[in-house]
């Protein structure tokens, strides 16, 4: 079947380091990824994509590339900052179109001054 | 921007009773879905809506799970005989097209006594 994996959290970064949340996947076919961000009271929100191998997603400063020959789609930004402060899920799609997605379990990020 | 909004934020229940959660999708979005996350677990998806019929839903939307659009603009899971098991963070969410992504709602979370 189709499985997401990520790191387990939280995340615990002061202010300026550099993030790299894990993320891997096992597919039954060439699947989308994704990474979405749920900050506190608000729903899940599409972070950025990558809809084929070696495609770079990125956005708000974070970036993830999609690695087919590791199955594996890493989140990454340089320098964190206290409002980055949430919890990031991986995702995939196989369809054609988005209608379903798996996820993963989340990660807690938790920025300090 | 619009969003998904969800009510209530938190809804506590007595097992055995019968929960209906709501959800207010995109005003002009025609796919609508439910996901739930079971704490410390992956985000799951339940089931997929469209055109006034259930078009996918996945092993966890058993009998126990019905979905209805009663209104032009309202959305509802309804849980009919709530178990323990049932607590979870459900997320609705709703898109334009199975071409596009969903946008989430901030979630209810169930509580099950």
């Known amino acids: 079947g189709n499985s997401v994996t990520q790191m387990e959290g939280p995340v615990t970064l002061s202010e300026e380091a550099f993030l790299t949340i894990n993320c891997t996947y096992t597919a039954t076919g060439y699947p989308s990824l994704f990474w979405y961000v749920q900050y506190p009271g608000e729903g899940l929100q599409l972070l950025l994509k990558?809809?084929?191998?070696?495609d770079k997603g990125s956005n708000k400063g974070f970036e993830a590339t999609y690695r087919k020959e590791t199955t594996s789609f890493h989140l990454e930004k340089g320098s964190v900052q206290v409002s980055d402060s949430a919890v990031y899920f991986c995702a995939l799609s196989l369809l054609s179109g988005y209608s379903t997605l798996t996820f993963g379990k989340g990660t807690m990020l938790l920025v300090s001054p | 921007e619009p969003e998904v909004t969800q009510t209530p934020s938190h809804q506590v229940t007595q097992m055995g009773q019968e929960v209906i959660l709501r959800c207010v999708p995109i005003s002009n979005h025609l796919y609508f879905y439910w996901y739930r996350q079971i704490l410390g677990q992956k985000v799951e998806f339940l089931v997929s809506?469209?055109?006034?019929?259930?078009?996918?839903k996945s092993e966890i939307f058993d009998d126990q799970f019905s979905v209805e659009r009663p209104d032009g603009s309202n959305f509802t899971l309804k849980i009919r005989s709530t178990k323990l098991e049932d607590s979870a963070m459900y997320f609705c969410?709703?898109?334009?097209?199975?071409?596009?992504?969903?946008?989430f709602g901030a979630g209810t979370r169930l509580s099950v006594l």
């Open positions: 809506f469209y055109n006034n019929e259930i078009s996918e």
């Open positions: 990558a809809t084929k191998a070696d």
């Open positions: 969410a709703s898109g334009g097209g199975v071409e596009t992504l969903p946008y």
